[in-house]
């Protein structure tokens, strides 16, 4: 009986997550390449070399490109020469920098 707040907490906690995440998908390649060909979303090259560029030296961990609210970005994670693991948020469509900060 004592473990049923503690568990009831969690789940609260899981719910709260899954909820934050249902707005967010990630797209795959077929989609990503079908709205750069119809010009929706400026190329991956491109969204790269500006977050790069930001981090002379850095090398790519990952990039995703996800939809949320109608809205398209890039999430492009990088390892700065210094170690530091860094999240870099692009608009897909502008170019924008929507967030960059070290990542947990």
Sequence with gaps: MSDLP???RYLAL???AACSLAGARDLDQDEALELR???IILPLEHLLESA???YPGARLLEA???EKHDR???EVELLTPAGVVRE???DARTGELLKDEEDD
């Design 64 to 66: 995703e490109l996800e």
């Design 88 to 90: 870099v948020k692009l």
């Design 37 to 39: 060909q119809k010009g």
């Design 14 to 16: 899981a719910l709260m």
């Design 6 to 8: 503690r568990t009831a």
């Design 52 to 54: 790069l560029g930001r």
């Design 72 to 74: 398209y970005a890039y």
